[in-house]
């Protein structure tokens, strides 16, 4: 079953490795999640804790930009946290919306600063 696929072991493996053992604690955690309250003290707290984690992620990136990024203009970097921010609370509150507002000012900056 060599070609185009290459090997059917390594695709087994790949599936039993990488899809399957993740799928069962995504599961799990439907089947565990699905009763918690919405608006509990807990899941509060875990908004927070994500929201606390992506703005240290921000901040490494933007003072300290790893790889290519570090290509991009300083001005551009700040530039998109600004937008990503104010696209974040245009949207209600969205960081989904204001993540890729982010993205979408950081790579039209770097396309058209060079």
Do not use: C, H
């Amino acid at each position: 079953m060599s070609g185009l696929f290459g090997d059917g072991q390594a695709i087994a493996l790949l599936l039993f490795a990488g899809f399957l053992s993740n799928e069962v604690w995504r599961v799990l955690g439907l089947v565990i999640g699905g009763g918690i309250d919405e608006s509990s003290e807990f899941l509060v707290w875990v908004r927070a804790v994500a929201a606390a984690i992506l703005a240290g992620v921000i901040a490494q990136i933007l003072i300290s930009p790893p790889g290519a990024l570090a290509t991009v203009p300083d001005v551009v970097r700040y530039g998109a946290v600004a937008v990503g921010f104010a696209v974040f609370i245009a949207t209600r509150r969205s960081v989904f919306a204001g993540v890729i507002a982010g993205e979408v000012v950081v790579l039209a900056g770097k396309w058209w600063m060079g």
